[in-house]
């Protein structure tokens, strides 16, 4: 017989940390839960071209909202237009993602940064 095998019944419970981990992962997947509904009312804001272009984006990385300054309009430079919503969208992308690693960090403890892009945290 292997070393160990014929441990007393009680034994077992302390060696796999007392039994509570479904009750923790249960109460953490909760918790996370809450913290992604939270998230998707929070937004972030980003421009870009001094303030041309403005995006609103919800901290679950949902565009809610494009600003355009009218002036930005009058040269009609489409190219330019298109390059200052491509610039302040990547940047409410990256604030929106900055949001979600601050509120998820305390539930993860770290574990989102360990974690493969899009993963859902």
């Known amino acids: 017989m292997a070393k160990g095998f014929n441990r ?3 034994m ?3 060696a796999m940390g007392g039994g ?3 009750a923790k992962i249960q109460q953490m997947q909760q918790q996370m839960e809450e913290a992604q509904a939270k ?4 937004t972030v804001t980003a421009t870009a071209g001094g303030g041309a272009v403005k995006i609103t984006m919800s901290g679950d990385q949902v565009c809610k909202g494009v600003e355009i300054d009218p002036a930005l309009l009058q040269d009609a430079d489409v190219e330019m237009l298109q390059d200052l919503i ?3 969208i990547n940047l409410g992308l990256e604030k929106a993602r900055q949001l979600q690693s601050e509120r998820m960090e305390p539930l993860t403890g770290g574990l989102s940064g360990m974690l493969p892009p899009g993963f859902g945290f």
């Open 8 to 10: 007393p019944a009680g």
């Open 12 to 14: 077992k419970n302390k």
């Open 20 to 22: 509570n981990i479904m």
């Open 39 to 42: 998230l998707a009312e929070e």
């Open 86 to 88: 491509l610039t302040a």
